[in-house]
């Protein structure tokens, strides 16, 4: 007889969120495309991260995308959050007005809204 007959055979992996210092940095060409967005590959410019404040909206996407966000970078596509706009979000802003699910909204707001403003915040004071 089984001891824990109750308890499932199989856990449920859960993905792993991953630190903002372990995230592919972007590189970024300063030549702007035909839509306003700029070239993001390596991105590290001039040794340092490109300043978000600069990201069109379809960087933002890509940004969003390329940490793992596939589904709710749509949200950012649809509600038009270029650079500028990422900055200024709140928290409320990333749980609410994007019309996501809270457990993404968080992750996006603490391991890449928020790390965003504050390394936006230090470079700008240099």
Request: with cysteine.
């Amino acid at each position: 007889m089984a001891c824990c007959s109750n308890v499932p055979d199989k856990l449920t992996a859960v993905p792993d969120v991953k630190e903002p210092s372990e995230l592919p940095m972007l590189s970024i060409e300063m030549d702007n495309k035909e839509n306003g967005s700029l070239h993001t590959e390596n991105l590290v410019e001039n040794g340092r991260p490109p300043d978000p404040a600069d990201w069109a909206v379809t960087d933002v996407v890509n940004y969003f995308r390329t940490v793992g966000f596939e589904e709710q970078a749509n949200a950012f596509q649809e509600q038009e959050i270029d650079g500028k706009s990422l900055l200024l979000m709140t928290r409320n802003d990333v749980l609410t007005g994007l019309s996501l699910k809270l457990g993404p909204a968080l992750k996006i707001y603490e391991y890449h809204v928020k790390p965003l403003q504050t390394q936006h915040l230090k470079n700008s004071s240099l």
